[in-house]
């Protein structure tokens, strides 16, 4: 009797733990494919932004022809008279790579500014002198490199909006490559470089003797 309860118990066993697996297949392989239970959660991503609306098409009529690189260090420090740097005060070195293009109009030339003597085949082309365009600052490889507060200007910073807000340090950046212009040969090889590509477009067109006169602005 023994024998046949424990044999008994064995089958019952055996019985309950293929009912577990059976429901556990039935739950992790059969209902899946059946229903799919992910649905109502599943993430959607809708884009409902508007179509691109052309505003306006202008004609460029600039050259560019050369461009500087620049890499300027802006170390500005706001001191407080009588209090010590780390209780008030702040000190940031921000580093700014950008460049600076030198173009030439070309929108206001007319017939007069191209002269071409028929007998000896000479063209003459005046044109204005090359201006500087606007700093373009390379935001992926610049930023702050150190910024020193004291403990009031932090504690301020929890109210302000941008505490550590860039803009005056990039304009300081873009002024001092502005001003380093003069120090670099930008401008002389914006020209040199106009007149080689005019010189060999009108060599396409037949005319071999060119001559291009920059006009500089007259002194009052």
Do not use: C, H, W
């Not at 071409?116 to 005046?126: L, P, R, S, W």
């Amino acid at each position: 009797m023994a024998f046949q309860t424990l044999k008994s118990g064995g089958r019952a066993l055996l019985f309950g733990f293929g009912a577990v697996v059976a429901v556990v297949l039935l739950i992790g392989i059969v209902l899946p494919r059946l229903f799919d239970f992910s649905t109502p959660f599943t993430k959607e991503q809708i884009d409902r932004t508007p179509p691109v609306v052309l505003t306006e098409i202008i004609d460029l009529a600039e050259f560019r022809a050369a461009e500087a690189q620049f890499e300027v260090i802006v170390d500005q420090e706001d001191d407080i008279a009588f209090v010590p740097d780390f209780i008030a005060g702040e000190r940031v070195q921000y580093v700014a790579v950008g460049s600076v293009d030198a173009v030439v109009d070309f929108s206001n030339l007319d017939e007069d500014s191209v002269i071409f003597d028929e007998d000896t085949g000479k063209a003459v082309i005046i044109l204005p002198e090359p201006t500087i365009g606007d700093p373009v600052i390379d935001y992926e490889n610049s930023g702050v490199m150190n910024r020193d507060r004291g403990v009031l200007d932090r504690l301020g910073g929890i109210f302000s909006d941008n505490p550590t807000g860039e803009e005056k340090l990039i304009v300081a950046a873009t002024d001092k490559m502005v001003a380093a212009v003069p120090a670099s040969d930008l401008l002389q090889r914006s020209e040199e470089n106009t007149e080689k590509m005019l010189i060999t477009l009108l060599a396409g067109a037949g005319v071999e003797d060119v001559d291009v006169v920059f006009e500089r602005p007259s002194v009052t």
